[in-house]
Structure formats: structure tokens, C-alpha cells
């Protein structure tokens, strides 16, 4: 028996080999990919310049830093 991931490689391979699809398939895919867990994060920073130096620093807290570089 096949896993909904394998459904989903299969059919986007058809699409690509261009052949087409059912409105089934279609719903597998928008299933799948609505599914699909999100590995991206949005990150708002702000840099200030620092007045006792010509360098620009980040005002995002060290500890979100570390973790933010984890993410990469």
C-alpha cells in the first residue's frame, strides 16, 4: 500500500512528464501540500548604530540569535 507522500511524488512527476491530472488528484496534492509542515520563519531586526563606533549592532537578544542560527 502506498503513503500519501509516494502519491504525491507520483503525481507530480506525471505532472511534469505532462500528463494529465484528475480533479482526485488535485485534491491529493492541495491535501498534501496544505498538510505539509512549515519550515520557514519570519524574523523582524532592527540595526542600530552604535555612537562610539562606526559599526551597526543587532538588537535582537543573543539567546533568539542562537537560535535563529539552530534554524539554519
Do not use: C, R
Not at 512549515?38 to 542562537?66: A, G, I, L, M, P
Amino acid at each position: 500500500m502506498a503513503t500519501v507522500k509516494e502519491l504525491y511524488d507520483y503525481i507530480k512527476l506525471q505532472q511534469k512528464e505532462g500528463k494529465p491530472i484528475t480533479p482526485l488528484h488535485e485534491s491529493i496534492i492541495e491535501a498534501y501540500e496544505a498538510d505539509e509542515t512549515k519550515t520557514t520563519k519570519k524574523v523582524e531586526v532592527t540595526f542600530q548604530k552604535n555612537e562610539n563606533q562606526d559599526t551597526y549592532q543587532s538588537t535582537q537578544d543573543q539567546v533568539e540569535q542562537k537560535k535563529q542560527s539552530e534554524w539554519s
